[in-house]
């Protein structure tokens, strides 16, 4: 049973307080957050209560801690955990730029800590499950996948945009479906509701044979989370909320006309619902985070991952407000 405390107890931080007290692989010691509702959630969940994290580090026996304050906060935080040895989980984005988010793994790996970056919909089962089928060559060759999600404004938000708020989610998945990284992005971006930063954007990020189309926004009034991927021998299209996945398997017949022109034809597609095992992603990444202590081996989503993801959403930023295409290999060092 692995000792933890949770640092920041807002719209996320909260449910890793639920969770962890509802697991046995964990024990939840404490909590640390100086808002007074944070003293109420120790006391439902029956653990200490500090205002200060920095109190919680030094008197508390600790193993491992989940950081969910303000993106701002996550280095100094992670910063000062790892110092204390004690293994971390970050909420996404690991930091709020890409030499602050370098400099925890660096710190982390120096220290033998493990560092696992909460980029939530890798552990979704129903991404899981598109892995396997996408691996297994059902859909054939990948040609495109189109995300979207879309919702309305958070009004928790309050250091981001959908760069790093949503389309960092995207991003990590479709470096996590076909395991690389694009060569390079492109963006179209606005600031329609929001005052001061951007609401709603279009990437598009080029994995050579693979193109990938993110739109996120926060100016939709309905809350939409899905993906379709085209491969020359199918299609699929998940629903991350309802954790569902449907696959259509192409009918394709070759062959020449009576002028010897080539013509391909479709049949009708056969359909299937693919049978996902539905499970809360957030307890399912928690988990991993523990496994990955209990046996040290790497977490599913590792702090080179997380710096990955955020590297490209910065670029794809980037791309977005200067209005060209961008080479993933250009530097960025700023938020």
Same mark, same amino acid.
């Given at each position: 049973?692995?000792?933890?405390?949770?640092?920041?107890?807002?719209?996320?931080?909260?449910?890793?307080?639920?969770?962890?007290?509802?697991?046995?692989?964990?024990?939840?010691?404490? /909590?640390?957050?100086?808002?007074?509702?944070?003293?109420?959630?120790?006391?439902?969940?029956?653990?200490?209560?500090?205002? +200060?994290?920095?109190?919680?580090?030094?008197?508390?026996?600790?193993?491992?801690?989940?950081?969910?304050?303000?993106?701002?906060?996550?280095?100094?935080?992670?910063?000062?955990?790892?110092?204390?040895?004690?293994?971390?989980?970050?909420?996404?984005?690991?930091?709020?730029?890409?030499?602050?988010?370098?400099?925890?793994?660096?710190?982390?790996?120096?220290?033998?800590?493990?560092?696992?970056?909460?980029?939530?919909?890798?552990?979704?089962?129903?991404?899981?499950?598109?892995?396997?089928?996408?691996?297994?060559?059902?859909?054939?060759?990948?040609?495109?996948?189109?995300?979207?999600?879309?919702? /309305?404004?958070?009004?928790?938000?309050?250091?981001?945009?959908? @760069?790093?708020? %949503?389309?960092?989610?995207?991003? &990590?998945? =479709?470096?996590?479906? =076909?395991?690389?990284?694009?060569?390079?992005? =492109?963006?179209?971006?606005?600031?329609?509701?929001?005052?001061?930063?951007?609401?709603?954007?279009?990437?598009?990020?080029?994995?050579?044979?693979?193109?990938?189309?993110?739109?996120?926004?926060?100016?939709?009034?309905?809350?939409?989370?899905?993906?379709?991927?085209? +491969?020359?021998?199918?299609?699929?299209?998940? &629903?991350?909320?309802?954790?569902?996945?449907?696959? @259509?398997?192409?009918? /394709?017949?070759?062959?020449?006309?009576?002028?010897?022109?080539?013509?391909?034809?479709?049949?009708?597609?056969?359909?299937?619902?693919?049978?996902?095992?539905?499970?809360?992603? %957030?307890?399912?990444?928690?988990?991993? =985070?523990?496994?990955?202590?209990?046996?040290?081996?790497?977490?599913?989503?590792? *702090?080179?991952? +997380?710096?990955?993801?955020?590297?490209?959403?910065?670029?794809?930023?980037?791309?977005?407000?200067?209005?060209?295409?961008?080479?993933? *290999?250009?530097?960025?060092?700023?938020?």
């Amino acid at each position: 049973m692995v000792r933890v405390c949770v640092i920041g107890t807002g719209n996320m931080g909260k449910n890793h307080v639920r969770v962890y007290s509802e697991l046995e692989e964990a024990e939840l010691i404490a /909590i640390a957050d100086p808002s007074p509702e944070a003293k109420k959630l120790s006391e439902r969940f029956g653990c200490r209560y500090y205002p +200060g994290y920095e109190e919680m580090l030094e008197k508390e026996e600790i193993e491992a801690v989940s950081i969910a304050t303000p993106t701002t906060l996550h280095y100094e935080v992670a910063e000062r955990c790892i110092e204390h040895e004690v293994h971390i989980l970050v909420e996404k984005p690991l930091a709020d730029n890409i030499v602050r988010a370098e400099k925890i793994v660096k710190l982390a790996e120096d220290k033998g800590v493990i560092l696992a970056v909460g980029h939530i919909e890798r552990h979704n089962p129903a991404i899981k499950k598109l892995k396997e089928i996408i691996d297994e060559g059902v859909l054939g060759e990948v040609t495109s996948v189109i995300s979207k999600r879309v919702g /309305i404004f958070p009004p928790q938000i309050k250091d981001s945009n959908v @760069y790093i708020d %949503l389309a960092v989610h995207d991003i &990590d998945i =479709f470096n996590y479906l =076909f395991s690389a990284l694009p060569e390079r992005v =492109f963006s179209k971006s606005d600031v329609v509701l929001a005052r001061d930063k951007e609401d709603q954007a279009i990437i598009f990020l080029d994995y050579g044979n693979i193109f990938c189309i993110s739109q996120v926004n926060w100016i939709t009034p309905v809350k939409i989370r899905n993906l379709a991927i085209t +491969g020359n021998k199918g299609y699929a299209e998940l &629903d991350f909320v309802n954790q569902e996945l449907k696959v @259509y398997e192409s009918i /394709i017949s070759k062959s020449y006309d009576s002028f010897g022109e080539f013509i391909i034809k479709f049949g009708s597609s056969r359909v299937r619902n693919i049978v996902v095992e539905k499970a809360e992603p %957030l307890k399912l990444e928690i988990l991993d =985070f523990l496994e990955s202590i209990e046996k040290g081996k790497q977490p599913l989503v590792s *702090g080179e991952d +997380g710096v990955a993801a955020l590297r490209i959403a910065l670029l794809a930023q980037k791309a977005g407000r200067e209005a060209r295409l961008i080479e993933v *290999g250009e530097s960025i060092t700023t938020h």
